[in-house]
């Protein structure tokens, strides 16, 4: 398996709801080929959306669900996106030969665990649009509600969390995330800091496929640390049909709008949007 990370310099670590594993990996090289990007195109919100979204805010009012994500699949043919991902910004980015046909890659804003020696921070995205502010700098309710359903999982799982930044406004560019940093000192193992953290509300177990919604990241040897990422904002590339696949999800609550949801789920994937010169 050939893998590449902007910092690598030791193995790839793949993360599922059931496993840790770690790849002892070659460099990757591909034959590099110009990538120039997804032409947005949003289409008009199809009905089967505002049925799911209305279906999952009546699970919420009935106390099935705190909160659900609600994913979306798009296709688009294009050439091999190694020089794109390599060229991009963004410090999570990555790109995986899975096998003779397919290449995932990625560029992913979220680091879920960063653990140096026995500190370990935990980056928590919730809540994600243009505009995550009122004029006077206050979280509008829907995105606070979103996060604060994470954190306050993640503190009752791991009474030792200390909530060391709070809703901070992450841009990435083509849109902006409420960030928390999460903090403790722990000497337990990765797959033990990984069963208290993943999955979260972040992210469905129902929606975490072989790669997407995992965690992918890798351990540098002369750091001592050891990187995770959401395997979110990422693709899936045929090689001989030359087909991307991409999924995109979003948080759906009870103040959650169909059609603002319809939009934010296409906003994310403006990290595969032509750059402008």
């Known amino acids: 398996m050939n893998v590449w990370f902007p910092e690598q310099e030791s193995y790839l670590i793949h993360v599922t709801p059931n496993n840790v594993s770690r790849h002892f990996t070659e460099s990757y090289i591909h034959k590099s080929s110009e990538f120039e990007g997804y032409t947005p195109n949003i289409p008009p919100m199809p009905q089967w959306w505002v049925s799911e979204i209305n279906k ?12 659900r994500v609600l994913y979306h699949d798009i296709r688009f043919s294009g050439d091999n996106p190694s020089n794109f991902i390599k060229n991009s910004e963004g410090e999570g980015r990555f790109l995986v030969q899975l096998d003779e046909n397919r290449l995932l890659y990625g560029n992913s804003p979220e680091c879920v665990i960063n653990k140096v020696n026995d500190t370990v921070s935990i980056e928590v995205l919730g809540g994600t649009g243009l505009n995550l ?12 509600n979103e996060h ?51 999955p979260n509300y972040a992210i469905d177990s129902d929606g975490i496929t ?12 002369t750091l001592n640390q050891t990187k995770l990422y959401l395997c979110i904002r990422c693709g899936i590339f045929d090689i001989e049909s030359k087909t991307h696949t991409v999924r995109s999800g979003v948080g759906i609550t009870l103040d959650s709008d169909p059609q603002e949801e319809w939009l934010e789920v296409h906003q994310k994937l403006g990290w595969l949007y032509p750059k402008k010169n």
């Open 133 to 144: 502010t009122d004029k006077f700098g206050d979280l509008y309710p829907k995105y606070k």
């Open 148 to 198: 604060d359903i994470i954190i306050e999982d993640l503190l009752r799982r791991n009474p030792s969390l200390q909530w060391v930044k709070k809703y901070q406004i992450k841009d990435v560019g083509y849109t902006k995330h409420v960030r928390s940093i999460l903090r403790f000192n722990t000497e337990k193992s990765l797959e033990q800091i990984v069963e208290g953290v993943y």
């Open 56 to 67: 999952i805010k009546q699970q919420i009012n009935n106390g099935t669900y705190k909160k």
């Open 210 to 221: 072989d790669w997407w919604g995992s965690l992918i990241g890798y351990h540098n040897h």
